[in-house]
């Protein structure tokens, strides 16, 4: 059809201009970025006013903020653009631009304007006639796609221009590239509801695989930062995710958003100082994850706050100072009743049992000068109140505790704890195990060496850490101290900049809003005395166990234990939540089989729930075998729907480890350029991986993956190997991850669900 050729490409070229005047206008906002800032890097900074500092200190932060945002909405900057029927024309890309005369040009998809783009369907246009869609390559626009709501509401000419193929389904059919691309030019009314949620309270997206949970919580992250930016720029936003390799693979996605500032971490890295990858054995992981070892924490703290069996009998030089067992039950049952962490309490605990073991030591001596001294007629018996005062014990003590031999047996009581050494010198220890994991959870399974190979803290662990952080406390005597003096320092600063931009009427140069921000986090001062690069706020918020995040997002959430929930918790402590995830998938032995169960306890039922029902990933033919393997491990729950077609039914191969390389050389020459994912069991894992060397890559053109480290993931083709060796509910991750073809190896019969697939050997 020549006619509807020419229109299309008239349409196009029309758009162009547009692009290309968007991008005009990006190219100039770089500019101005880069220029201001390196105006402000040019300057030495010494001898500068505070006036001239804080000026400084705000466009830096600001421009450098910028020129990164700017850089990361190259691709794709417009995509967009909707007619309304009062004849208003949008354009929505990833970010706000204005033309010279301060017109806006482009719209944020963020924004409250462009939502119509998002939620518009037939029956519910939202005041539309058009919704279009524009693809362009780099600068270049290369199609449109437009669907019409209203045909009697637009003009001849843009009624011959109409083009279209659903753009959704274009970007479905799109190969995989092993990074997570962003959607914002096909989000979906469902996923737009959950993107656009409010900040405040818990929400709980609960979807079957590939309906899109993953894109749209990263999608709210960086709609949250938008829309809430004074709040969550200071705070930050927190996304967890299942593994590292699930991080890396939607690590891009964020600054293609528009969004630089957002902190990713695995449960694993959730402790600072702590980065476990390794994983227990499912029974020591179900115990660990257990709300239950909460308990255990507990009791491994209270077991080293100890009393001797006898008296306390400490050797000191030539004698040897008792403290009576009494004495010492009383002096721990006094530092419990302050109720503060252990390593506070210790203090208190240290110095009561120093100064009785200074009374121990006069007595000692008394006793050996009686002997000496039986003949003297002067010789008077000891009387505390009157040979001891204050000052004597104070010194006494602080002599006690420089010799080595009394500070260990201080310590024995009441030692200083890390929670890194509690909790390993409890798991090496069978008799503390048995003494403190409560009754109805097996210890046996947690024991394991207190170094050496086997001895770094697993996943499991980290939960089990940071409660112990909780109980231990810190002793931050010093580090308040100096904090103190900082603040003192820092709050004469404030106050002379202050006084300048007040003296100098300075009220309308400088945003005083962002200044006090600045201000009131401590930036300002601590920026200004040079002393190293700045640290982001993620490399602050990571650093520090109790630092408060804005937001929180848990992606595949149905993996953390319940002991993994209080952690994350403790980093939220406005509950503002967004919680993703899928019941059915749960493979850790510690997860959740229900969201009620593991929200209930830190929500008291504040929390609701959106659910996502397509599936865009899946096409028709696989999920038909997904559904399959759903019935058997978990009936209750509705697998998603497929929106595509592929054409391509999954097979089964019959063979072992060694049949793979074939399935997967086919596999391969059927997709072409795409990507080939082998999930296999854990039992064949190292087999198949020595047959793909690099394979562990996930950039690897074929990547070889455990179920666990395939959570969350997609390739365009999947090989699963060994389904027989997989839980039922790994199988069903197993066989979703697939946007193509789906292809089983197996050893033996097939399990159940997947005897459905003829088998060729
Ligand atoms: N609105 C959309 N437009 C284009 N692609 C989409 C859209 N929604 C989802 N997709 C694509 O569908 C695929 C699955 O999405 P995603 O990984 O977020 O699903 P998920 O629900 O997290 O799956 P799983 O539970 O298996 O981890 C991705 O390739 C994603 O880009």
Same mark, same amino acid.
């Given at each position: 059809?020549?006619?509807?050729?020419?229109?299309?490409?008239?349409?196009?070229?029309?758009?162009?201009?547009?692009?290309?005047?968007?991008?005009?206008?990006?190219?100039?906002?770089?500019?101005?970025?880069?220029?201001?800032?390196?105006?402000?890097?040019?300057?030495? /900074?010494?001898?500068?006013?505070?006036?001239?500092?804080?000026?400084?200190?705000?466009?830096?932060?600001?421009?450098?903020?910028?020129?990164?945002?700017?850089?990361?909405?190259?691709?794709?900057?417009?995509?967009?653009?909707?007619?309304?029927?009062?004849?208003?024309?949008?354009?929505?890309?990833?970010? !706000?631009?204005?033309?010279?005369?301060?017109?806006?040009?482009?719209?944020?998809?963020?924004?409250?304007?462009?939502?119509?783009?998002?939620?518009?369907?037939?029956?519910?246009?939202?005041?539309?006639?058009?919704?279009?869609?524009?693809?362009?390559?780099?600068?270049?626009?290369? /199609?449109?796609?437009?669907?019409?709501?209203?045909?009697?509401?637009?003009?001849?000419?843009?009624?011959?221009?109409?083009?279209?193929?659903?753009?959704?389904?274009?970007?479905?059919?799109?190969?995989?590239?092993?990074?997570?691309?962003? #959607?914002?030019?096909?989000?979906?009314?469902?996923?737009?509801?959950?993107?656009?949620? *409010?900040?405040?309270?818990?929400?709980?997206?609960?979807?079957?695989?590939?309906?899109?949970?993953?894109?749209?919580?990263?999608?709210?992250?960086?709609?949250?930062?938008?829309?809430?930016?004074?709040?969550?720029?200071?705070?930050?936003?927190?996304?967890?995710?299942?593994?590292?390799?699930?991080?890396?693979?939607?690590?891009?996605?964020?600054?293609?958003?528009?969004?630089?500032?957002?902190?990713?971490?695995?449960?694993?890295?959730?402790?600072?100082?702590?980065?476990?990858?390794?994983?227990?054995?499912?029974?020591?992981?179900?115990?660990?994850?257990?709300?239950?070892?909460?308990?255990?924490?507990?009791?491994?703290?209270?077991?080293?706050?100890?009393?001797?069996?006898?008296?306390?009998?400490?050797?000191? %030089?030539?004698?040897?100072?008792?403290?009576?067992?009494?004495?010492?039950?009383?002096?721990?049952?006094?530092?419990?009743?302050?109720?503060?962490?252990?390593?506070?309490?210790?203090?208190?605990?240290?110095?009561?049992?120093?100064?009785?073991?200074?009374?121990?030591?006069?007595?000692?001596?008394?006793?050996?000068?009686?002997?000496?001294?039986?003949?003297?007629?002067?010789?008077?018996?000891?009387?505390?109140?009157?040979?001891?005062?204050?000052?004597?014990?104070?010194?006494?003590?602080?002599?006690?505790?420089?010799?080595?031999?009394?500070?260990?047996?201080?310590?024995?009581?009441?030692?200083?704890?890390?929670?890194?050494?509690?909790?390993?010198?409890?798991?090496?220890?069978?008799?503390?195990?048995?003494?403190?994991?409560?009754?109805?959870?097996?210890?046996?399974?947690?024991?394991?060496?207190?170094?050496?190979?086997?001895?770094?803290?697993?996943?499991?662990?980290?939960?089990?850490?940071?409660?112990?952080?909780?109980?231990?406390?810190?002793?931050?005597?010093?580090?308040?101290?100096?904090?103190?003096?900082?603040?003192?320092?820092?709050? *004469?600063?404030?106050?002379?900049?202050? %006084?300048?931009?007040?003296?100098?009427?300075?009220?309308?140069?400088?945003?005083?809003?962002?200044?006090?921000?600045?201000?009131?986090?401590?930036?300002?001062?601590?920026?200004?005395?040079?002393?190293?690069?700045?640290?982001?706020?993620?490399?602050?918020?990571?650093?520090?166990?109790?630092?408060?995040?804005?937001?929180?997002?848990?992606?595949?959430?149905?993996?953390?234990?319940?002991?993994?929930?209080?952690?994350?918790?403790?980093?939220?402590?406005?509950?503002?939540?967004?919680?993703?995830?899928?019941?059915?998938?749960?493979?850790?032995?510690? *997860?959740?089989?229900?969201?009620?169960?593991?929200?209930?306890?830190?929500?008291?039922?504040?929390?609701?729930? %959106?659910?996502?029902?397509?599936?865009?990933?899946?096409?028709?033919?696989?999920?038909?075998?997904?559904?399959?393997?759903?019935?058997?491990?978990?009936?209750?729950?509705?697998?998603?729907?497929?929106?595509?077609?592929?054409?391509?039914?999954?097979?089964?191969?019959?063979? /072992?480890?060694?049949?793979?390389?074939?399935?997967?050389?086919?596999?391969?020459?059927?997709?072409?350029?795409?990507?080939?994912?082998?999930? #296999?069991?854990?039992?064949?894992?190292?087999?198949?991986?020595?047959?793909?060397?690099?394979?562990?890559?996930?950039?690897?053109?074929?990547?070889?993956?455990?179920?666990?480290?395939?959570? !969350?993931?997609?390739?365009?083709?999947?090989?699963?190997?060994?389904?027989?060796?997989?839980?039922?509910?790994?199988?069903?991750?197993?066989?979703?991850?697939?946007?193509?073809?789906?292809?089983?190896?197996?050893?033996?019969?097939?399990?159940?669900?997947?005897?459905?697939?003829?088998?060729?050997?």
């Amino acid at each position: 059809m020549p006619n509807r050729q020419s229109a299309l490409a008239a349409a196009i070229a029309s758009e162009q201009v547009t692009v290309s005047m968007m991008y005009d206008r990006l190219d100039a906002a770089r500019t101005r970025a880069e220029t201001a800032l390196s105006a402000v890097h040019a300057g030495s /900074g010494s001898g500068l006013t505070a006036r001239m500092r804080v000026e400084r200190e705000v466009t830096a932060g600001e421009q450098a903020v910028r020129l990164a945002r700017l850089h990361g909405v190259e691709r794709g900057l417009c995509f967009g653009r909707v007619d309304t029927s009062g004849g208003q024309t949008i354009y929505i890309g990833r970010i !706000g631009l204005r033309d010279e005369e301060h017109e806006s040009v482009l719209i944020d998809w963020r924004a409250p304007a462009a939502r119509p783009f998002y939620v518009a369907t037939p029956a519910d246009p939202a005041d539309l006639v058009r919704r279009r869609h524009l693809h362009t390559r780099e600068r270049t626009v290369v /199609g449109l796609d437009d669907e019409v709501f209203d045909l009697a509401g637009m003009s001849e000419s843009d009624r011959r221009g109409l083009v279209g193929e659903a753009a959704l389904l274009a970007a479905l059919r799109r190969g995989r590239t092993g990074r997570m691309t962003d #959607v914002v030019a096909t989000i979906q009314t469902e996923q737009d509801r959950v993107i656009r949620a *409010g900040l405040q309270g818990a929400l709980v997206v609960q979807g079957g695989p590939g309906t899109g949970k993953t894109v749209a919580a990263l999608h709210r992250a960086a709609y949250l930062l938008y829309t809430h930016r004074d709040v969550l720029e200071r705070r930050g936003v927190l996304v967890v995710g299942p593994n590292p390799m699930f991080l890396r693979y939607i690590g891009q996605v964020l600054p293609a958003l528009g969004e630089t500032q957002i902190v990713m971490a695995t449960v694993g890295e959730l402790f600072p100082g702590v980065r476990a990858t390794a994983r227990d054995t499912p029974a020591a992981e179900a115990v660990k994850g257990d709300v239950r070892m909460a308990g255990f924490v507990a009791a491994a703290v209270r077991r080293r706050q100890r009393v001797p069996d006898g008296d306390l009998e400490v050797p000191y %030089e030539h004698l040897v100072l008792t403290v009576p067992h009494e004495v010492c039950a009383a002096l721990r049952d006094r530092a419990r009743a302050v109720r503060l962490p252990h390593n506070m309490a210790r203090k208190l605990f240290v110095t009561e049992l120093l100064k009785e073991l200074v009374v121990a030591e006069a007595r000692a001596l008394e006793a050996a000068l009686r002997i000496e001294e039986l003949d003297d007629p002067d010789y008077q018996p000891l009387e505390l109140d009157r040979d001891l005062d204050e000052t004597g014990l104070r010194l006494g003590a602080e002599r006690l505790w420089s010799d080595p031999g009394v500070r260990r047996a201080v310590d024995a009581l009441w030692p200083d704890l890390s929670p890194r050494r509690l909790i390993a010198e409890t798991l090496a220890d069978p008799e503390a195990l048995a003494a403190t994991v409560p009754a109805g959870l097996d210890w046996r399974v947690l024991l394991r060496p207190a170094a050496g190979p086997g001895a770094e803290p697993t996943v499991g662990d980290v939960p089990l850490l940071d409660e112990a952080a909780e109980l231990l406390g810190e002793d931050d005597s010093a580090r308040r101290l100096a904090a103190r003096e900082a603040e003192r320092e820092r709050a *004469g600063e404030e106050l002379y900049a202050r %006084e300048v931009l007040q003296v100098a009427e300075l009220d309308d140069v400088v945003d005083i809003g962002h200044l006090s921000d600045l201000l009131g986090e401590g930036r300002l001062a601590e920026r200004h005395h040079d002393d190293g690069p700045e640290r982001t706020l993620a490399d602050r918020a990571a650093a520090d166990r109790e630092w408060a995040y804005g937001h929180v997002i848990v992606d595949e959430a149905q993996e953390l234990s319940a002991m993994a929930w209080r952690l994350v918790m403790r980093r939220v402590p406005a509950r503002s939540l967004t919680v993703v995830g899928d019941v059915a998938q749960t493979g850790s032995a510690a *997860g959740a089989r229900s969201w009620a169960e593991m929200l209930d306890p830190h929500l008291e039922g504040r929390w609701r729930e %959106e659910r996502l029902e397509v599936n865009y990933r899946t096409p028709v033919e696989i999920m038909r075998l997904a559904a399959e393997v759903l019935r058997e491990v978990d009936p209750a729950q509705e697998p998603p729907e497929s929106v595509r077609e592929e054409g391509a039914e999954p097979r089964a191969v019959a063979g /072992g480890p060694a049949a793979v390389p074939a399935v997967v050389a086919e596999e391969l020459a059927a997709i072409g350029e795409g990507r080939l994912g082998v999930v #296999v069991s854990d039992a064949w894992h190292p087999r198949v991986l020595e047959l793909f060397p690099g394979g562990a890559d996930l950039d690897a053109p074929v990547a070889v993956l455990t179920v666990t480290q395939a959570k !969350g993931l997609e390739f365009d083709a999947v090989v699963v190997a060994d389904p027989a060796g997989m839980a039922g509910r790994d199988l069903y991750v197993a066989v979703t991850r697939a946007t193509r073809r789906l292809a089983v190896v197996h050893e033996g019969p097939l399990p159940g669900p997947l005897r459905l697939l003829e088998s060729t050997t």
